[in-house]
């Protein structure tokens, strides 16, 4: 079965959420309970958490990653915080293109893109977050839109580079909303950013690929979404927030 060449991953993305201690408490509560994990797992932080991230998963199976990086390696960019500083801490990955950024910080397809590509030449291996709105689903653009996302974001990435790349389809629709994809609608639009891999580079590279899920994964609907081909792991919002919840889906990832 193809899904056994490749790794999946399930990453925690708090958003804005957890101060220091919080954290603390959150990381310390969680490392026991996904340490069996054999799947990666990876939480991605607020940028004030990542010096407490990475000291508390220090010899854990916990990776830590940012929740968004600048593209430029240095200079005039007030408030921003560029590749090379987070590989500098030890951080490995990087949240990318999330809708939340689309929609409220006026991220676009050619800023994802930059912002890959400055990640993957830094070392820092990139969640690139692609998904429709309910419009465009309603629309029956669903297919296009989410092709055209991965296309732009992946201009000028070598096939060398993809592998430290990962996908997450993320329907706007179903983040925060309670409301998940069906199984079958996530594994069709996963299965559609696969061949759209595979067009743009070769089906060897796109078998390889990690293509997460994300919108409103839970315990209780983890085991069917990532009990499908396509889908290699999940991006977890609230569910990431409450470390049982989290090691759940981990562990239905482990098994899935
Ligand atoms: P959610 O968020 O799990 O809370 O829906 C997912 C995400 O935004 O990555």
């Known amino acids: ?12 993305n ?13 990381i310390e509560a969680m490392k026991p309970l996904v ?14 958490n990542l010096e407490t991230a990475m000291e508390l998963t220090e010899g854990t199976n916990i990776k830590v990653g940012a929740e968004n990086v600048h593209f430029e390696k240095s200079g005039a960019f007030t408030g921003e915080i560029s590749a090379d500083m987070l590989t500098e801490m030890g951080v490995e990955y990087v949240v990318i293109g999330h809708s939340e950024r689309r929609q409220y910080f006026g991220e676009t397809d050619h800023t994802v893109n930059l912002r890959t590509k400055a990640a993957v030449e830094a070392g820092l291996k990139p969640i690139v977050c692609v998904g429709e709105m309910l419009e465009d689903r309603e629309n029956g653009i669903t297919a296009e839109l989410v092709a055209m996302q991965v296309k732009l974001a ?5 096939k060398e580079q993809l592998k430290n790349i990962v996908i997450a389809y993320e329907p706007v629709w179903a983040i925060g909303t309670g ?13 559609l950013i696969r061949e759209t891999v595979a067009s743009i580079y070769d089906k060897e590279a796109a078998d390889a690929m990690t293509i997460q899920y994300g919108g409103s994964m839970n315990p209780k609907n983890a085991a069917e979404l990532l009990g499908k081909e396509d889908i290699d792991g999940g ?21 899935g």
């Open 1 to 12: 079965m193809n899904k056994t060449l490749r790794q999946a991953i399930i990453a925690g």
């Open 14 to 26: 708090w958003k804005m959420n957890k101060n220091r201690a919080e954290a603390k408490e959150l």
């Open 35 to 48: 340490a069996d994990a054999n799947c990666g797992v990876v939480i991605c932080v607020p940028f004030t």
């Open 154 to 158: 992946l201009k000028d990435i070598t």
């Open 179 to 191: 409301k998940t994809a069906t199984a079958d609608q996530a594994a069709e639009v996963c299965g």
């Open 235 to 255: 991006l977890i919002g609230g569910a990431s927030l409450k470390a049982p919840d989290f090691a759940a889906i981990v562990e239905a990832a482990t098994k």
